[in-house]
């Protein structure tokens, strides 16, 4: 293990001391467990970057394609029925070999021109 100097604004050193005091722990085990925190989450952040280059339209349409169109269970429901869609419910978005993947296959196609 190595040690760091760490030069704080004075309230961030009150908040951290106070906070790390709440949760019965020191102030060095909070600032380590925050930045291990950040760093997961910017390191999943350039991972999703990275994949999304890699990203294939056509392919995500053709693997949702083999997805049946059916009602969620039960369970799977949404409680609030307050929330509006952001986009259009899947059997208008995938309504058939005319719409569905073939449709994003054309606009590929066009784009590539």
Do not use: C, W
């Not at 951290?16 to 291990?36: H, K, W």
């Not at 307050?82 to 259009?88: A, C, D, F, H, K």
């Amino acid at each position: 293990m190595s040690a760091l100097s760490l030069r704080l604004p004075n309230s961030l050193h009150d908040h951290a001391r106070e906070l790390a005091r709440t949760e019965g722990i020191s102030i060095n085990q909070l600032v380590a467990t925050a930045l291990a925190e950040k760093m997961a989450a910017l390191l999943t952040e350039e991972y999703f970057e990275r994949r999304a280059k890699r990203a294939s339209r056509v392919k995500f349409l053709a693997a949702l394609s083999r997805v049946p169109d059916v009602e969620p269970a039960p369970h799977d429901r949404l409680k609030s029925t307050s929330l509006t869609p952001i986009s259009p419910p899947l059997s208008r978005r995938r309504g058939g070999s005319a719409t569905g993947a073939g449709g994003a296959r054309r606009k590929q196609t066009r784009r590539a021109r």
